[in-house]
């Protein structure tokens, strides 16, 4: 048998030699799904077929406890759903109950409302940020971001008291006023954070191996980013110019300039941008709000057991994870306890596209396709 | 967000069977047995838009037995958003389902399933979503009633029920796979799926 | 100092201690946890290994993925019925002497959901537990506390059999 011959059997088997497509199980208890969601991936190869995930190992069912509770027992228990954004969840409760109770909140109160939640989107990007970079194989990431995480955490800690689940905001305004020693501290902060995002970009952003990992995965286009209903850093990171804090304005948050975060991207690294560029556009607005914190009151008169009058009401506002929506409806005048309460959570919604957009990638691409999502189990699942 | 005129009226020309629209408040109610062609339209329409189905679900009616569904799609273009209301009947609990027209409802009509228990036909994966498959309630109606009262003293039972169902469920679900892999050991499948419940 | 200076000799040096206390030393100073993160307190047990709180100072960085290469189980959030069982067989997976410490009060008795019809009312109820951290979610402080708790347990352990405080007795 002459070398050619032998080479074209050769290739011949190498061409018919199939193999199976295998099924891979992440989690429920996995590192890298970010709490305990399960991913039941198809791949032929190492290219994934499909993906069929699996939710609930943390369903606590808390859309039907707040039925039992009064509104501000409820507070609490939204904290708790999406953990790392809780002052977002605090806020979408109180605008609920003030929609339907008409409370005039002080112009004092909606800043420091801003002030608290843009200082949880920082600590909220910087914890993606650091696990981002974990799941990619980069350790030392993890530690810078919670270096300054800690930061922020301490100012949070001085405002409301708890380091992660703070039970803050209010409905009428927040729970205490801010100190000098807060504003002190928050000025030396801004100062101080610019440059450590400078830091972070130096270290990852360039990074030719993160370049390479990142750019040109998971790509959904702007079309099908829509029709996804996908919110937050996902659908600016496709190129749609939404954020809701400017398109739909809430809170104080007129009063302040900053830019939506916008990339044309659609891919993992447009996702990321976006997130760096938020954190920087939050610090410009805790420097205004530094500058010009408005004298007054941090509350309205609010009795302790607040009554709604009957009603219906969807209240949206942009989380550190998009679209955090809350549907409230009251069954009677004076109403103490929701008679439904909904929370359209972002993850959710987000987690919705995975399928879609790991199609046809690696499977170590699937899970930097996860990491950009940046999904909190306790919001998918609540 | 209020419409402006020309897109209320586009509605009202688009949705003739609505059962009702109220404009000032952009409110669109329709019956039960509703076409999916209505959302088609009113998403691929210029003016309307409505591509943008940005929540969905579901609440249990005071006044008589019966579920709504809740439908707030939006226009990212106009910045507009209406909310459309689909009453249904105890005895008919079923729809069709939005998940041709919009990708994202899949999730969220599994979730109105797993909660209420209303039907989506045409569903592609119609299953329930956050619950075990074993369970047999659908906990956000009201007849499921969560009395933290009532939950107290049944507590001890109520978790007996709950675990021996799941270990049963899960002792189910052990034997056909246990008697499959036995048969093709050498299978990577089976193997590979084995590794990562267990990592 | 003066054992530095005592080991800094030019004859072999020795020791003299128990075999137990060697092994409980160097067992409960090494202590490699299993990251059983499933709620909010999963983030807080992340804290405690970062930066800041830095649980390297007790010899317990080595977070492990996977519970046959951990001896503690952190348990850190709620669990549900339906994760119920997948925490019993990552508990039977690791290997003896283990250790399994209750993060929080969801993983005490249920906390704050416990009213849900959803939630397990506490860990104990399927697996032993050995230490209870309280709070919701606990500081960092406090599951460091916790960690030297469970050090100080495994440091008791005899390797008598008959000993009340046998190293694998209840496993």
């Given amino acids: ?382 | 967000m209020s419409l402006s005129e020309e897109t209320a009226n586009r509605i009202r020309e688009l949705v003739p069977e609505a059962e009702s629209w109220d404009a000032e408040s952009a409110e669109l109610t329709l019956k039960g047995d509703f076409s999916t062609g209505i959302f088609a339209a009113l998403r691929d329409d210029p003016i309307t838009d409505l591509k943008y189905l940005r929540n969905l679900t579901a609440f249990e009616r005071m006044d008589e037995q019966g579920v709504t569904l809740v439908y707030h799609i939006a226009s990212l273009t106009h910045n507009h958003t209406v909310t459309v209301f689909v009453p249904l009947s105890e005895d008919a609990l079923v729809v069709q389902s939005l998940t041709p027209v919009f990708s994202a409802a899949n999730w969220q009509e599994r979730e109105v399933y797993d909660m209420f228990g209303v039907r989506f036909e045409g569903h592609p994966d119609h299953r329930r979503i956050l619950l075990e498959d074993t369970f047999d309630f659908y906990p956000l109606r009201k007849n499921f009633i969560l009395d933290p009262a009532v939950n107290l003293r049944n507590i001890k039972e109520r978790e007996d029920e709950m675990l021996k169902k799941i270990l049963a469920a899960s002792e189910e679900k052990a034997k056909p796979a246990a008697a499959s892999s036995e048969k093709s050991a050498s299978s990577s499948k089976s193997d590979d799926s084995k590794k990562g419940e267990a990592e | 100092m003066g054992l530095i200076d005592g080991l800094n000799t030019k004859d072999d040096n020795i020791l003299i201690t128990s075999l137990e206390a060697a092994l409980n030393w160097g067992r409960g100073n090494s202590v490699w946890p299993f990251t059983m993160g499933l709620a909010c307190c999963a983030i807080e047990m992340i804290c405690a290994g970062a930066s800041r709180y830095d649980i390297a100072r007790f010899g317990s960085e080595v977070f492990r993925p996977s519970p046959r290469q951990s001896d503690l189980m952190i348990v850190a959030g709620t669990v549900t019925y339906k994760m119920a069982m997948r925490v019993k067989k990552l508990y039977e997976q690791m290997p003896d002497p283990k250790y399994v410490m209750a993060m929080g009060s969801c993983a005490i008795s249920g906390g704050i959901h416990a009213d849900s019809y959803s939630v397990l009312r506490g860990i104990d109820k399927i697996i032993p537990v050995d230490v209870y951290v309280p709070g919701c979610p606990p500081r960092p402080d406090a599951l460091l506390d916790g960690l030297m708790l469970v050090q100080k347990k495994m440091k008791q352990e005899k390797l008598r059999k008959n000993s009340d405080r046998f190293i694998l007795a209840g496993k």
């Avoid at chain 1, 088997?13 to 199939?18: C, E, H, P, T």
């Avoid at chain 1, 990007?125 to 990431?141: I, K, M, V």
């Avoid at chain 1, 919604?349 to 909190?376: P, Q």
Wanted: glycine letters at 8%; charged letters at 25%; one cysteine or more.
């Fill in chain 1, 1 to 382: 048998m002459s070398s050619i011959e032998k080479n074209s059997v050769l290739e011949r088997r190498i061409d018919s030699l199939l193999t199976d497509e295998i099924t891979i199980n992440f989690g429920p208890q996995h590192p890298s799904t970010h709490g305990v969601l399960r991913l039941e991936a198809k791949a032929s190869g190492e290219v994934i077929t499909a993906i069929t995930p699996h939710l609930g190992y943390l369903h606590r069912g808390v859309e039907k406890n707040l039925e039992s509770k009064e509104f501000l027992q409820g507070i609490p228990l939204l904290d708790r759903c999406d953990y790392l954004s809780s002052m977002f969840n605090s806020y979408i409760m109180a605008a609920c109950v003030e929609e339907l109770t008409e409370i005039e909140v002080p112009r004092r109160a909606e800043w420091i409302r801003v002030v608290a939640m843009e200082l949880n989107r920082i600590a909220s990007h910087l914890l993606w940020w650091g696990t981002f970079c974990l799941d990619l194989g980069a350790s030392s990431p993890l530690l810078y971001a919670f270096r300054d995480r800690e930061d922020v955490i301490d100012l949070l800690e001085l405002i409301s008291g708890a380091r992660l689940l703070y039970n803050y905001i209010r409905p009428g305004g927040v729970r205490g006023d801010v100190t000098p020693e807060f504003m002190k501290k928050l000025e030396g902060f801004t100062n101080r954070f610019p440059p450590y995002i400078d830091e972070y970009e130096e270290l990852v952003t360039g990074n030719a191996i993160f370049i390479e990992r990142v750019t040109n995965v998971g790509v959904i286009s702007k079309e099908r980013a829509v029709n996804w209903a996908l919110s937050g850093p996902m659908l600016r990171g496709s190129g749609v110019n939404w954020d809701l804090r400017i398109n739909e304005p809430y809170s104080a948050y007129p009063e302040f300039t900053f830019d939506a975060a916008v990339e044309e991207g659609c891919d993992v690294m447009a996702r990321y941008r976006v997130r760096m560029m938020e954190m920087r556009q939050s610090n410009r607005m805790l420097k205004q709000a530094v500058e010009g914190l408005p004298e007054g009151s941090h509350t309205a008169k609010v009795p302790t057991s607040v009554r709604c009058k009957k009603g219906m009401t969807y209240r949206r506002i942009e989380s550190p994870r998009g679209e955090l929506g809350g549907f409230m409806i009251t069954d009677q005048d004076k109403a103490k306890k929701p008679w439904r309460f909904h929370l359209r959570a972002p993850s959710f919604a987000n987690l919705a596209a995975i399928e879609e957009m790991s199609k046809g990638y690696m499977v170590a691409d699937m899970i930097a396709i996860l990491g950009s999502i940046d999904i909190v189990l306790g919001d998918v699942d609540r």
